[in-house]
């Protein structure tokens, strides 16, 4: 079955630092690949999406690549800001019609001015 | 920009009762879904609805589980009769056709006494 396995947290930074959270898959046929963000005591927002290998999904800063020789599709930011301070999920959506979600286990980011 | 609403927020009951939680997806959307995040754990997919049916659902989506759309814009969730281990948050979450991006509510945290 599909499985996400995803960087363990927390991860702690300083502002301006830079920012990798490792996530790999494992999936039949050709998933697409998603990072979900989760502020506190929100739910769960899109941040970006790739659909296809080498495809490069960005949003607000952040970006990952879809890499299918490494299952992998890490997620990527220069330069963090307080405000990035949230819960990043790492998520896949199967390639049968329904396309539900699988997701990895979360990653708490915490930002320090 | 449209959203998909939840209600109630928080719903506390009692083992053994039945609970219904409510979701109102985007409208033009024409897949719905069912996600649980049980407290510290990963988000885990439930159930998916298709064209009045459903389209596909996990193994925690037992005979206690049932979902419905009652009418043009509802979409519930049905746990016949609760467990402690219920507790959770349940997220609605609902995709156009024939995107990928599934839109999340807010959620709903049950908390079975």
């Known amino acids: 079955g599909n499985s996400v396995t995803q960087m363990e947290g927390p991860v702690t930074l300083s502002e301006e630092a830079f920012l990798t959270i490792n996530c790999t898959y494992t999936a039949t046929g050709y998933p697409s690949l998603f990072w979900y963000v989760q502020y506190p005591g929100e739910g769960l927002q899109l941040l970006l999406k790739?659909?296809?290998?080498?495809d490069k999904g960005s949003n607000k800063g952040f970006e990952a690549t879809y890499r299918k020789e490494t299952t992998s599709f890490h997620l990527e930011k220069g330069s963090v800001q307080v405000s990035d301070s949230a819960v990043y999920f790492c998520a896949l959506a199967s390639s049968g019609s329904a396309r539900q979600l699988t997701f990895g286990s979360g990653t708490q980011l915490t930002v320090l001015p | 920009e449209p959203e998909v609403t939840q209600t109630p927020s928080h719903q506390v009951t009692q083992m053994g009762q039945e609970v219904i939680l409510r979701c109102v997806p985007i409208?033009?959307?024409?897949?719905f879904y069912w996600y649980r995040q049980i407290l510290g754990q990963k988000v885990e997919f439930l159930v998916s609805f298709y064209n009045n049916e459903i389209s596909e659902k996990s193994e925690i989506f037992d005979d206690q589980f049932s979902v419905e759309r009652p009418d043009g814009s509802n979409f519930t969730l049905k746990i016949r009769s609760t467990k402690l281990e219920d507790s959770a948050m349940y997220f609605c979450?609902?995709?156009?056709?024939?995107?990928?991006?599934?839109?999340f509510g807010p959620g709903t945290r049950l908390t079975v006494t």
């Open positions: 409208s033009n959307h024409l897949y």
């Open positions: 790739a659909t296809k290998a080498d």
């Open positions: 979450a609902s995709r156009a056709m024939p995107s990928y991006e599934q839109y």
